[in-house]
Structure formats: structure tokens, C-alpha cells
């Protein structure tokens, strides 16, 4: 469900739950209790919250929750490294014409190898070997 049909609906749902609150709450509770609210206020009001679903609806239910980062070390997980010094476990990559300090979670990897990043250790890079070429 996750990021299907029902997630989105569930997002969608989340998203105008206090246009319905705030609509029971105007046009059932407050007149129970005898106080009239004038139409036109509750008009406003509700006019206020449904504008504001509108500019961030977008965002919401295209997943912008749950983006990667676009900037700063986060990033970077999930690149490809070429490796430029033998990882042993440790040694280096090169990341868009970087240098990186990089270690290698499971096992080596050779220079010319093309490793990933899965992490981030302070300025070290952690990497691994793509799946289709990690040793048996």
C-alpha cells in the first residue's frame, strides 16, 4: 500500500480531516450549544483551509514526505563510486570528479570498481558492491 492508490487516499483523507472537524464543530457543536456562527464566517473560515489543502496537496500526495534529500551529505546515498585506491577496507573514491575517503562494509573492492554508497560516516564514505557484482 505504501505509496499506492491507498496510501494516497489515506494522505488525501489526513489532509482535509480539519476542514471536517472544523465544519462539525461550526455547523453542529457551537449551534448545539446555542451560539449561532453567521454564515459568512463559517464560509471564510473553511474558504481559509481549503485554500491552504490546495497549495501543499501537491506536495503532500506526491510523495514530498518522503523524498531523498536533494542537498548536503544524505544526498549522496544511493550514488555510484568509482573506486580510485583499493578499499581493504578503506581507501578512496571518486564521486562526481571528488575524492572521497570511503570504506567498503563487506569485503574489498578493487580500483575500477564501481561501488555504492550506503551511508555516511562524518567525511567517509560507506560504500558496498552492487548486488550483481558482490563475491559469492
Same mark, same amino acid.
Given at each position: 500500500?505504501? @505509496? *499506492?492508490?491507498?496510501?494516497? +487516499?489515506? =494522505?488525501?483523507?489526513?489532509?482535509?480531516?480539519?476542514?471536517?472537524? /472544523? *465544519?462539525?464543530?461550526?455547523? !453542529? %457543536?457551537?449551534?448545539?450549544? @446555542? $451560539?449561532?456562527?453567521? /454564515? +459568512?464566517?463559517?464560509?471564510?473560515?473553511?474558504?481559509? #483551509?481549503?485554500?491552504?489543502? !490546495?497549495?501543499?496537496?501537491?506536495?503532500? #500526495?506526491?510523495?514530498?514526505?518522503?523524498?531523498?534529500?536533494?542537498? *548536503?551529505?544524505?544526498?549522496? !546515498? @544511493?550514488?555510484?563510486?568509482?573506486? %580510485?585506491?583499493? #578499499?581493504?577496507?578503506? *581507501?578512496? %573514491? =571518486?564521486?562526481?570528479?571528488? #575524492?572521497?575517503?570511503?570504506?567498503?562494509?563487506? @569485503?574489498?573492492?578493487?580500483?575500477?570498481?564501481?561501488?555504492? %554508497?550506503?551511508? $555516511?560516516?562524518?567525511? =567517509?564514505?560507506? !560504500?558496498? +558492491?552492487?548486488?550483481?557484482?558482490?563475491?559469492?
Amino acid at each position: 500500500m505504501a @505509496g *499506492g492508490k491507498g496510501a494516497r +487516499l489515506l =494522505k488525501l483523507i489526513a489532509l482535509i480531516a480539519d476542514e471536517i472537524i /472544523v *465544519g462539525v464543530f461550526l455547523l !453542529v %457543536v457551537l449551534p448545539a450549544l @446555542g $451560539i449561532e456562527v453567521p /454564515v +459568512l464566517i463559517i464560509g471564510l473560515i473553511l474558504g481559509v #483551509l481549503i485554500v491552504k489543502d !490546495v497549495l501543499i496537496a501537491p506536495y503532500v #500526495l506526491r510523495g514530498g514526505l518522503e523524498k531523498r534529500p536533494q542537498t *548536503g551529505p544524505e544526498s549522496l !546515498v @544511493g550514488r555510484t563510486a568509482m573506486v %580510485v585506491e583499493d #578499499l581493504s577496507p578503506e *581507501g578512496s %573514491v =571518486k564521486l562526481d570528479g571528488e #575524492l572521497w575517503r570511503a570504506e567498503c562494509l563487506h @569485503g574489498t573492492a578493487r580500483r575500477g570498481e564501481k561501488v555504492r %554508497v550506503v551511508g $555516511i560516516e562524518g567525511t =567517509k564514505l560507506l !560504500v558496498e +558492491l552492487p548486488a550483481s557484482e558482490e563475491p559469492q
